[in-house]
């Protein structure tokens, strides 16, 4: 059932180590150029963070042959997209243009891969350092609830563990930023063997192949990449955390620690994750929402990343309604599912819900692009989208209730957010 998500998309490597995967549709007139660069926060260190999210805004500020903010003129001038993502495992920068203008983004790319330290200055950093500060501030330290996400990372993880800081990286760390660090960080990740570049859409095969080797192949690769070999601490007992916030009604973040992307509960936790909060017709929103009318808003999520894996609930309280008693209604749906199981309707209509986003989203050309560079990140192996379908049209109800017995009645964290005073 699932060759029918099988894409006929080849992949080969450069002699600098660069892996290059390939996907060819002539229904369309447009090309999706994705690189992803295996680094994120996670390869920072205490002291030196937010330097992956740092190089999200670097990348666009010039190399040696092209001019400050010229990236996004050139792309812009040819009638097509660009932008960038960090997470905490990986950094991506992307572009989609008409395919006649293939050669254009492949150029770019090569040239901040390749020769992004000559174009680096002070002045540059010192200015992106402004704009980071100020998006930290924007969209974390300003907004109602805008660092719930850094606490409950924070207290989830112990120091030790990279995912313990922000992506964006702590004001302090943005602050001490100097052009000697921030060059080592580039030198020692952004290189070719570190990265794999996606060329997905209507394109030319000779000309592809030869572009990418005018403009990549003489890059050269670094030695000594460095890999991260870490496993989270788990908790011993719950933590509760009390945050005052600008807000007029609280909010409750529940979050545990899970199994990691691809793990072997993970697609089981996807779909307890479904079942409990992720839309009106779900057990949380129906029980907390439109039945007790205790809640606002409920949802809930597995985020899996590559080394573990995190399970959220977030709830919003209805106003006059206590954090408590949100925390043990949400306890008392989790037992239940545990407790009475899930119904055979139930877990098809679940599955059914993902299929069809999934399916839904390879209609857009850099969303296939996207993927492919995501399945070879975690498996080595970018045709893996009947995998991963896969994965869920294989469990039992079992299994999503094992998952839920597994990993929810550990200790976790609960943050509260309530208004000031």
């Not at 390749?114 to 969209?139: A, C, I, P, S, Y």
């Not at 925390?327 to 008392?332: C, F, G, L, R, V």
Request: aromatic share 12%; with cysteine.
């Amino acid at each position: 059932m699932n060759n029918v998500f099988e894409l006929n998309c080849n992949k080969y490597k450069l002699q600098n180590g660069l892996e290059v995967i390939l996907f060819r549709d002539k229904t369309l007139p447009i090309v999706s150029v994705n690189i992803w660069y295996k680094v994120g926060s996670a390869n920072e260190v205490k002291g030196k963070t937010g330097f992956a999210h740092l190089f999200e805004h670097m990348m666009f500020q010039g190399s040696e042959n092209v001019e400050k903010e010229m990236h996004f003129r050139y792309i812009q001038e040819a009638g097509g997209t660009l932008n960038g993502s960090t997470s905490i495992d990986r950094t991506n920068y992307y572009e989609t243009v008409p395919s006649n203008n293939l050669d254009l983004a492949l150029w770019l790319e090569s040239d901040r891969m390749g020769f992004m330290l000559e174009g680096m200055t002070q002045e540059k950093l010192d200015n992106q350092k402004d704009v980071v500060m100020n998006e930290r501030r924007q969209r974390y330290e300003n907004p109602p609830y805008g660092l719930a996400w850094e606490k409950v990372f924070s207290n989830l993880f112990d120091k030790s563990f990279p995912y313990h800081w922000p992506t964006i990286g702590w004001m302090e760390d943005i602050r001490n930023y100097n052009l000697d660090d921030v060059k080592n960080f580039f030198k020692t990740y952004y290189a070719p063997n570190n990265a794999t570049l996606v060329v997905a859409g209507n394109y030319d095969e000779k000309t592809v192949l030869e572009s990418i080797n005018k403009y990549f192949e003489s890059i050269p690769a670094y030695p000594n990449i460095p890999q991260i070999v870490a496993n989270p601490i788990p908790l011993t007992e719950s933590k509760k955390i009390i945050h005052e916030d600008n807000i007029q009604l609280p909010r409750l973040y529940l979050a545990w620690q899970t199994d990691k992307m691809f793990g072997a509960d993970d697609a089981a936790l996807d779909i307890l994750s479904e079942l409990l909060g992720s839309n009106k017709n779900s057990r949380l929103y129906k029980s907390l929402v439109h039945e007790k009318q205790i809640a606002q808003d409920v949802s809930c999520f597995q985020y899996s990343a590559k080394l573990c894996g995190m399970f959220f609930i977030i709830a919003t309280a209805k106003p006059g309604v206590d954090l408590q008693t949100l925390h043990e209604e949400i306890s008392n749906e989790v037992n239940r599912l545990i407790n009475e199981g899930i119904g055979d309707d139930e877990l098809l209509r679940t599955k059914n819900s993902i299929k069809s986003t999934f399916i839904y989203s390879l209609q857009n050309i850099e969303r296939v692009a996207d993927q492919l560079n995501m399945y070879n990140f975690a498996l080595n192996e970018p045709n893996s989208f009947g995998y991963d379908l896969g994965r869920y049209d294989k469990l039992e109800r079992s299994h999503v209730v094992e998952a839920a017995k597994e990993y929810l009645n550990k200790p976790n964290v609960q943050l509260h957010i309530v208004p000031k005073g």
